[in-house]
């Protein structure tokens, strides 16, 4: 079933046709929040924020426009708006047994590092710079779609894009350095 059609379907009262839509995007609800929010409970605890936001909000919601980023956009007001509430920069590292692979001691020291230098480097980021790298890298959102997320122009999306890349590039300039004589 569509989206349009099941948030048409939420609106009505009709819980499943919610319940689906929280399926369909509660992973990437839940790593936008965290990419603002730098750990798991509090981006839970955002989505969850969002979704429900959102569920107050369907009648509001344009079905002709795509389902997915008015619904980010939500979240990722939630989850700022829980930053600000919290006003703590925190993260998590990301457990070993996500590795697919049994690494030896030293790539997961490598590896550990790198994700802690990544992790500082995002937090570094301005919000949107930040909002808008996870989506276009990580998400695979287009500029568009991101622009309707944060509600900036589609240039302003492509420019924040562009920014926090380089950011990202010259904070792990050293990672890379100490990598490639190690």
């Not at 499943?16 to 992973?27: N, P, S």
């Not at 750990?39 to 429900?52: I, K, S, T």
């Not at 996870?134 to 568009?144: K, T």
């Amino acid at each position: 079933m569509e989206d349009a059609e099941l948030a048409a379907r939420a609106g009505a009262g009709d819980r499943e046709a919610f319940g689906a839509l929280v399926e369909r995007y509660a992973a990437q609800a839940r790593r936008l929040a965290r990419s603002i929010l730098g750990n798991a409970e509090d981006a839970d605890d955002a989505a969850q924020d969002g979704f429900l936001a959102a569920l107050r909000a369907l009648e509001r919601y344009d079905p002709s426009r795509p389902f997915g980023p008015w619904l980010l956009r939500i979240v990722a007001n939630a989850a700022s708006d829980r930053r600000r509430r919290l006003k703590v920069r925190s993260t998590e590292p990301i457990p070993a047994e996500t590795v697919t692979r049994e690494p030896g001691p030293d790539q997961v020291t490598d590896r550990n590092a790198f994700r802690a230098a990544l992790t500082a480097a995002l937090a570094q980021l301005p919000t949107r710079q930040r909002i808008a790298v996870v989506l276009f890298d990580v998400e695979g959102y287009s500029h568009r779609e991101i622009a309707q997320v944060v509600n900036v122009s589609e240039g302003t999306v492509r420019s924040d894009v562009f920014h926090a890349r380089r950011a990202l590039r010259e904070a792990l300039a050293g990672w890379r350095v100490m990598k490639e004589t190690s």
